[in-house]
């Protein structure tokens, strides 16, 4: 028993006519006996099923026929296939059954059909590579892809039924799998719309926006386009030419694409204006000829940019496009662009090779389509037009808030833009995090800081001997991977404290003393620390050794206080109020400008009372200011930092003086250039100089060589003034090594 009404009957049949009637390819009785024929058997076998939106699910078939034919112009197995696609999927029919009645090919099309959609519900997201040969193998029949993208098409024009979690994968898998893929078939029609649709969902206050955009700017727009077409048109009709005219409609997503990329606004991108001449050929005149005395037309009225022609008639674009496209000088004093095509290369164009048959009055289906079926298995197996290729297009298709990249086995994470290598590894495990040490991108070695763009492929090497760097902070930008370093970080230095203290007490035992006040009263100003727990800290990382600790608690306290004072505010000429203040060592971290701030190494690795301004990357050692921005932040700038000398002047009330404590724990990023005469090892040579160079870190090395001069920059971890320029000194004594110096801004 049926669940359709009579009205929903009804309206299968009409549309199931509309669809025979209007298909120019199934006019023999034996195309249409077949195509009713798979008609029937999916109309029985879906007779119980309705789609999210509450229709009768056979509608969804039937429109999936019609895109298959209308708009990518297959035949009557095509569309008898697309009718069919979703049967063994979904329904009790075997592909028995269908081979029994419809034959080996048919069966292995809705084969090949049904394999796809397996893979995407069973799998989650797919690698580019693994894509393309999935498709390989599943499809003997290219078919089979241009089917289903027909049936993402529809699936895409109906998408507002759908649940949003489903939307989201839907879109997602559509701009990044299925558009790129429609483009290389040369179906551009759909590729646009694939790509629209996915916009509409992933953004759609932005699809919104620019929707809205276009339709207030239309007017003008065709004002323009006149004002330009009118001496063309006047021109061609009287050369005897027929051809149409018209302004290029762009698509939304090619313009909010295109908007992204330049980064300018809608009108900038809108207003570039592209012409489209669509002639009918002449007769006996060939279409290249007709082509470039259509160009001969136009330069005769407008100057043309000399090196902007593209004449994809002569050598066709490997999916098939043709077209002539130059770019004139408008009578508004802009650059327009003007493709030339003949009325067959426009059909190529939106529709995609298949669209070459109506062409042919005597051609043979199966001879032409074999001919387009053969080119694209030759694209699809070309191994120089692969992955990367395909990748490029994702890149193509970015939105700017987030990127998708790929495991090595294929899966898709999705990770906001700018993310690093090591915001990968922390996506994927903290464990893979904590322990990386360096990343392949594309089967290329890279750094942990490497910033990922979409479609790259992301292996992470890891050490068991790793452990999570305090610099990490800087260059890490999701939250899970700063949250999962600073836990890992504030372990370490809850360790730190607790060696430190352990060290200390067996340490006092030998002078058979506990630790006490009175003893930290003497201890701390001795080892230039402030508090209980920084002591334990440099103790801990041997940075404080303690061999002269007879000495340290022999010595009478009341010095090292004035000593300690003066660490702590400067020298001072009243000592009396000394005492008194140095019970409240806290204050010292108020900002106050009279007095200097003191700029210590704070041993909590993941809160600083101040913060280095990025404009210059101070390091402890540099002559330094301080400003207190206006949420309170007391932001560290060099003295002679072009930023930090603007603010002197200008809010000179802001302005905090400072003053550096010895750092030995934290590391402050510092830029060099080294420039010299290149010869064999010369790399090496300086590499292992850093690498040696005790308390330097490297994170970027960039070094460039052109005709045997080399010219490199290097970001390094140190900790002050003093190891830096040890360093140099050190780079500088290589031999053919001519400059090494610090870069004082990084360059914009
Ligand atoms: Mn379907």
Redesign the pocket.
Known sequence: MSILTKEEKELIDEKFRDLLEHCQRCKTKVDQDLVRKAFNLAKEAHKNMKRKSGEPYIL??IE?AKIVTYEIGLGAKSIACALM??VVEDTDYTLEDIENQFGKKIAAIIDGLTKISGVFDNKLSLQAENFRKMLLTLSDDVRVILIKLA?RL??MRTLDSMPHNKQMKVAGETVYLYAPLAHRLGLYAIKTELEDLSLKYHHPKIYEEIQNKIRDNEKRRVTQINRFSFPIIEKLENSGHKFEINGRPKSIASIWSKMQRKGVPFEEVYDLMAIRIIFEPQKGTPEKTQCWNIYSNITDIYMPKPDRIRDWVSTPKANGYEALHTTVMGPDGKWVEVQIRSKRMEEIAERGYAAHWIYKETGSEEGELDKWIRKIREMLENPESNALEFLDEFKMNLFASEIMVFTPKGHIKTLPKDSTALDFAYEIHTEIGNKAIGAKVNYKLVALSHVLNSGDQVEILTSDKQTPQREWLDYAITAKAKSSIKDSLKADTKNRIQKGKKILERKLKEFNLIPSSRIFKKLLPAYDVITKDELYSKIGTGLVTLDDLKKVLRKKSKNKWIRYWELQFGKSSDKKEDENRTNRPEKSEKFDYKTPFILRENIDETSTSYKMAKCCNPIPGDDVIGYRSEIGDLIIHRSKCPKAIKLMSREGDRIVSTKWTTHKILSFLANIRIMGIDRIGMINEITNVISKELNVNMRTVNIEVHDGIFDGTLDLYVHSTKDLNNLIMNLIKIKGVDSVKRIEAPEE
């Open positions: 969804h078939p999936v696609h979703d049936d529809h699936n």
